[in-house]
């Protein structure tokens, strides 16, 4: 049982340790995008310009209509067409940070269920291993072959009423045809 309690610890630690470095990654990724957010501020920010620093000035002799439909148009679509790709990058990344913040959170959230687990198993085979130490004092003060010979009986017994279950179950079960 205590090899199987060691072998049931170290894949606790091996999966810990998988968690966290999937927690890492998601940690990395997010930390790629926040530069990219930061970006799309920049970009916003620019076209948020003082419209009279941005339109050009109208020309001695130009007509309202004239410079509305060469100068103020082009800019306008310019400016809207710029404001959706910005609106579309930001809801792409606005998705990309949701997903991986829940990513994330469940990569935490496993992580520290498996960080439980391994400090169930531990105390499980800090207590077998008192065990163990008790079955040895034992051992030791009564007589290996004693001992053994008791254990071999009680595994006999065992088997024995295992046995008896089992046919039990199959004369039930013929029974019950």
């Known amino acids: 049982e205590i090899r199987f309690l060691q072998e049931n ?98 990569e935490r959230s496993g992580n520290e269920r498996l960080t439980n687990r391994l400090e169930e198993v531990l105390e499980e085979n800090r207590e077998l291993r008192i065990v163990a130490a008790d079955f040895e004092h034992i051992k030791a003060v009564v007589g290996s072959e004693q001992v053994n010979a008791v254990i071999n009986r009680a595994k006999q017994q065992e088997r024995i009423e295992a046995e008896q279950k089992r046919a039990a179950r199959r004369k039930h079960n013929r029974d019950a045809r």
């Not at 339109?55 to 067409?81: C, D, F, G, H, T």
């Open 9 to 106: 610890l170290q894949e606790s630690r091996q999966e810990a340790e998988k968690a966290q470095k999937q927690a890492d990654k998601y940690q990395k990724r997010m930390n790629e995008l926040a530069p990219m957010v930061k970006n799309m501020e920049k970009l916003a920010a620019d076209f948020s310009v003082d419209p009279e620093q941005t339109l050009p000035e109208a020309a001695v002799m130009e007509s309202a209509k004239s410079y509305r439909e060469k100068k103020a148009k082009p800019l306008v679509k310019k400016i809207v067409q710029a404001m959706r790709s910005v609106y579309s990058a930001y809801l792409d990344i606005s998705n990309k940070f949701a997903k991986l913040q829940a990513a994330y959170n469940r």
